[in-house]
């Protein structure tokens, strides 16, 4: 297991040159490490460059990333064609640009071995969430997609996805999908 807290900030390009020597690394977690935007286009630069090619588990939680920085993470993740899981929660609640949920979601309906894709304290409406869910349509198959009740407004849960509920206490939604709609 991988240090975190504010102690790893900066540490990051010396464990990307260590994990090009490591090719069958499936399993990578960076939650809390205080990753800024920067990071993350280190960390894509790494993805593009093929040394991240097997890994199968990407936790990123938790760090201080805005959508630039996902952008420039998101906009690389097609190199990543292993990946089932995928956590990209945000330490502090974030309103991502149109353009980012786009991109992710295009990626998303990419990478064939996703199943699940985490993004709490992402603030998401309707629009967003069916944006998003385009990669079940898209090729018939199944992932979960995991939200934080509380960044969505009422009316989105009630009306659009009628078997989301926010239920107090309780820390995020599992939405399952199967061919675009909810089970």
Request: glycine fraction near 8%; charge should be neutral; aromatic fraction near 6%.
């Amino acid at each position: 297991m991988l240090p975190w807290g504010e102690s790893v900030s900066g540490s990051l390009p010396k464990l990307l040159k260590y994990l090009e020597k490591l090719p069958a690394l499936v399993k990578l977690g960076l939650q809390k490490w205080c990753l800024t935007d920067q990071d993350m286009e280190l960390l894509a630069a790494s993805v593009r460059s093929g040394c991240l090619r097997e890994l199968q588990h990407l936790d990123l939680s938790g760090n201080c990333v805005g959508s630039a920085g996902w952008w420039a993470f998101v906009s690389g993740l097609g190199g990543l064609r292993k990946l089932r899981v995928l956590d990209l929660s945000c330490r502090d609640s974030m309103q991502p640009e149109s353009r980012l949920v786009n991109e992710l979601a295009r990626r998303i309906s990419e990478l064939l071995a996703l199943w699940k894709v985490v993004l709490l304290n992402w603030r998401l409406d309707g629009d967003d969430l069916r944006n998003l869910n385009k990669g079940n349509t898209a090729f018939g198959r199944e992932f979960q997609l995991l939200v934080s009740p509380d960044t969505m407004e009422d009316e989105e849960v009630d009306e659009d996805f009628p078997r989301l509920r926010k239920t107090k206490g309780e820390h995020a939604s599992d939405v399952t999908r199967r061919g675009g709609r909810l089970l």
